[in-house]
């Protein structure tokens, strides 16, 4: 009986109710909590609104193009059409993606899967927030003010020469402010990366070996390695390029003596492996969902492990292969393409592995599930174009055209952003000790699902033809107004499914049912034994893991005797 | 096929394409049927028990060797063919390419130009080699149907230059795109190469040879349209009113009224021939009204500029 009374009194002392005053100091205690889990839910709430912002955006993009310029249909001019993929790429990518799952369910999930109370460096951890926010903050006003319109890849010397709009007699210099913005936001970066590495050497409670860690917080472990190596390589290139727009220096504009291609270098160098930072935590996650869906070991454990691993090193070594017709040598290009055709390895492990976890499995099916099975397809998709990519005589016909931004669409928002979402519906039972309704959410990846490939897959068709990316408008030809036009009813689709799901989830967060069932799916690994929401610390006590994350046979022991023992 | 193929490369890099294709389709469908199926069979209804099966070295092997070999090979035809792309025959034929914001020129060996609005004229079955700069920023040479691409970088004096080199086999019309993102009119900067038989090409290229020679006497009074696209104008102005970069120069007369921005302030003037001059020369001190200063001042002798002048009050 007293027992009972005291696991209740841990329940409702969850991580929402502490530190919560008066009305006035609500927002505060949030915004000054050094608790992972808050700073979790934070990222989580801006990117996700990041995440809409620039679906919208897209949308518009998207409608310019619905009908070719010929026919007189403009819905934004082509001085504002530059300003708006910069906005959807930069909102998408520096304040979406690219902090992502490792952000969101990593500050979240990390200490709970190590069995730990909170990060090593809690308050590094609410230090990198407020970079992610102040740069954030510094990064939408500046293009709104000044409507940058270089591109994410702010590609010198046009981003050197171009001018800034003035707004209301003053001029203003969106493209430095977009730069700075972009180095700020770096910052967060490599703090993150630094906390989970040295939180995943130093952490991990008794019996938590290396390989016994959960898949999630291995890919974690791989994603701050690039975080913290990768990361300040672009944030002193991209304030080099802020310091040449401002000051007669030249480090990469011609016309001052400066080099173009060695930005493009420096850039890819980093944005390579950062498009592993974006996708590696996902993979974790998807690692995390198969298992539990199937209530049976996931398949190659370790290989899944080291895959992880590999993807993060070998992504250091293809960054030229954004360059192949930049007039390099042929000797470079022969050994980018080669090297990047190593990445399909440690690729085609997980994907074999993943799908030979469902392999004489027990599935309860759930929208996590859904989402993560998608995932896989979708990334397949990616992948495979990526190999048109690689091998060079296919790859400088497609180089930018519509078909790259297909294929990035499909291992980034078809692959990181289904597979975070997946993360997401999984882990919201956890993390907001609620319900989403099931319809709504299976509503919302119907559409999701059927959008995105009526989106993008008209894209690979254009880029094989030849249509280059970034066209305001295109040439009246059959083959690509019709692709358009289909793309874009694709579109419409697809942002309505992105609008039901932040719906589904918002109204989840806000009325969904309440539980406090600790282990909903019934999931071998440590973070679901802590209370739903979890307590501030974490656990009632101080765990000890005594076998593999995966290990069901085992687990299955362990839930029998828990029964047994509740019997007695 | 339903992408065009009209150069030597086109047909090898398809067919590397195609191969790409099938290993692609084959997985994607093997694995996306097999995910599925496992779904339905091994639901939990129907399979309550799961088998623990944590692994199986072997597969993993399989797995590993799998991708190492196809991939060796998509490499392989990958870089034959690219190889081919690089290796410029010595009997090639020079056309020497410029790019700008938003324009392309191409000047011949006998000192022809041609501009965005004329394009690229060549022979069929005849190698074409193209030393490719640009003035500005960085722009990329794509002609699609040929299968080529290559960026126009801008290089100081006397650097090496990108280049790109073709043979095209189908006589016809084929678009060339600017693929690099390069400002306002990016989407605009499209010409074509024209691909004659080889006689038509040599009378063509004669004649052309000839009325340059011509030219050369009359005092280039003639050429304010040619200036026109090969001083890049042709990137921003109309010629018929449509509203783009920069404002149309249709109806432009002597006398006639204008409203434009100088020093930030509004105001109404007649045009004039100094007012034509300096619009050419110092374009962004009077701004018409409703348009951004962007243009750069243009480097013109002074026959050219008056050509140009007669030819913008001839529209």
């Keep these: 009986m007293s027992k009972k009374k005291a696991s209740q009194a841990t329940e409702s002392n969850n991580f929402f109710n502490q530190h919560t005053g008066k009305w006035t100091t609500f927002p505060m205690s949030w915004l000054t909590s050094t608790d992972h889990k808050r700073i979790g839910l934070m990222y989580g709430y801006s990117m996700f609104f990041f995440f809409g912002l620039a679906a919208l955006i897209g949308l518009i993009i998207k409608l310019q193009k619905m009908y070719p310029a010929s026919s007189g249909w403009e819905i934004i001019p082509p001085s504002l059409y530059g300003s708006f993929f910069t906005l959807h790429g930069v909102i998408m990518i520096f304040l979406f993606i690219l902090p992502g799952a490792s952000a969101v369910l990593g500050n979240f999930l990390l200490p709970l899967q190590l069995g730990a109370k909170d990060v090593a460096f809690p308050r590094v951890n609410l230090l990198s927030f407020w970079l992610y926010l102040g740069g954030a903050i510094l990064a939408v006003v500046g293009i709104l003010l000044g409507a940058a319109d270089t591109g994410w890849t702010f590609t010198p010397p046009y981003s050197v020469t171009t001018k800034t709009i003035s707004i209301f007699g003053f001029s203003f210099d969106s493209v430095s402010w977009m730069l700075v913005a972009a180095f700020i936001l770096g910052w967060g970066t490599i703090l993150t990366g630094i906390n989970f590495i040295v939180t995943i050497h130093r952490m991990r409670c008794k019996g938590m070996t290396l390989f016994r860690m959960p898949l999630f917080s291995w890919t974690l472990y791989a994603t701050s390695w690039i975080q913290v190596l990768a990361t300040p390589v672009v944030g002193i290139t991209l304030l080099m390029l802020a310091i040449e727009r401002v000051m007669p220096v030249g480090f990469f504009d011609p016309a001052k003596g400066g080099d173009p291609i060695l930005y493009q270098h420096l850039f890819w160098i980093y944005s390579h492996p950062a498009v592993y930072i974006m996708i590696l935590p996902t993979m974790g996650l998807v690692s995390e969902i198969l298992p539990t869906y199937c209530q049976r070991p996931i398949f190659g454990y370790k290989s899944i492990a080291l895959s992880s691993c590999a993807l993060a090193i070998f992504g250091y070594f293809i960054w030229a292969h954004h360059m192949f017709t930049t007039g390099m040598s042929d000797f470079a290009n022969a050994v980018f393409s080669l090297l990047t055709f190593l990445v399909a390895i440690p690729t085609a492990i997980k994907v074999f592995n993943w799908s030979a976890t469902l392999y004489k499995a027990s599935i309860s099916f759930q929208p996590a599930l859904l989402f993560a099975i998608a995932y896989v397809f979708n990334f397949m998709i990616g992948g495979l174009t990526g190999m048109f990519l690689g091998s060079l005589s296919t790859s400088i016909h497609l180089h930018d055209t519509e078909f790259i931004v297909a294929h990035f669409h499909y291992t980034m928002f078809g692959g990181a952003a289904f597979g975070l979402i997946a993360g997401t519906l999984h882990y919201f039972p ?51 107004s019709n692709m358009q036009f289909a793309s874009t009813i694709g579109s419409w689709i697809l942002v309505s499914g992105i609008m039901l799901l932040l719906f589904t989830l918002v109204r989840g967060i806000l009325k969904g049912e309440v539980t406090t069932e600790r282990n909903p799916w019934n999931s071998s690994t440590l973070e679901w ?6 307590t501030l610390f974490n656990f009632e006590q101080d765990m000890e893991v005594t076998r593999d994350p995966y290990d069901y046979p085992a687990f299955r022991l362990e839930q029998k005797k828990s029964k047994a023992g509740g019997k007695k | 096929m339903w992408l065009l193929e009209a150069s030597t490369f086109a047909k090898d890099i398809d067919n590397t394409f195609l191969f790409i294709v099938a290993v692609s389709a084959f997985f994607l469908i093997a694995i996306t049927v097999f995910m599925i199926s496992c779904i339905f069979l091994y639901s939990k209804k129907r399979n309550a028990t799961p088998t623990d099966v944590h692994g199986n070295t072997t597969l993993e092997i399989v797995w590993i060797i799998i991708p190492v070999v196809l991939t060796s090979f998509m490499f392989y035809y990958g870089w034959i063919d690219y190889i081919k792309t690089r290796q410029v025959p010595d009997n090639a034929m020079e056309i020497k390419v410029d790019a700008g914001m938003w324009w392309w020129k191409f000047t011949y060996p006998n000192g022809l130009e041609q501009g965005s609005d004329q394009g690229l004229t060549v022979p069929v079955n005849s190698p074409i080699y193209l030393p490719l700069h640009s003035v500005d920023v960085v722009h990329s040479f794509s002609i699609p149907a040929f299968r080529i691409k290559m960026d126009v970088m801008p290089k100081p004096e006397g650097a090496k230059l990108n280049y790109s080199w073709f043979e095209a086999t189908k006589v016809g019309d084929f678009d060339i795109y600017c693929a690099e993102y390069c400002g306002i009119n990016h989407a605009q900067m499209i010409t074509k190469v024209h691909v004659l038989p080889k006689a038509e090409f040599e009378k063509w290229y004669q004649q052309a040879t000839n009325d340059l020679s011509s030219a050369n006497t009359d005092g280039g009074k003639s050429n304010g349209k040619k200036l026109f696209a090969l001083k890049g104008c042709i990137g921003c102005h109309s010629t018929d009113g449509t509203k783009r970069v920069g404002p149309s120069l249709k109806g432009l007369s002597i006398g006639s009224n204008r409203k434009v921005v100088t020093a930030g302030k509004l105001r109404t003037i007649q045009i004039d021939q100094s007012y034509l001059e300096q619009s050419l020369t110092k374009p962004n001190i009077d701004l018409v009204e409703g348009f951004t200063p962007i243009m750069p001042p243009q480097q013109l002798t002074d026959q050219e500029r008056q050509a140009l002048i007669d030819y913008l009050l001839s529209l």
């Design chain 1, 430 to 480: 956890k993390m907001f000790g609620r319900i989403y309704s099931k319809g709504s959410a299976y509503a919302a990846f119907v559409l999701m699902f059927v959008g995105f490939h009526a989106t993008y897959v008209p894209m690979f068709i254009m880029g094989m033809n030849g249509l280059p990316r970034r066209y305001h408008t295109y040439p009246d030809i059959p083959l690509f």
């Design chain 1, 529 to 534: 034994q802590t209370a739903t929401p979890p």
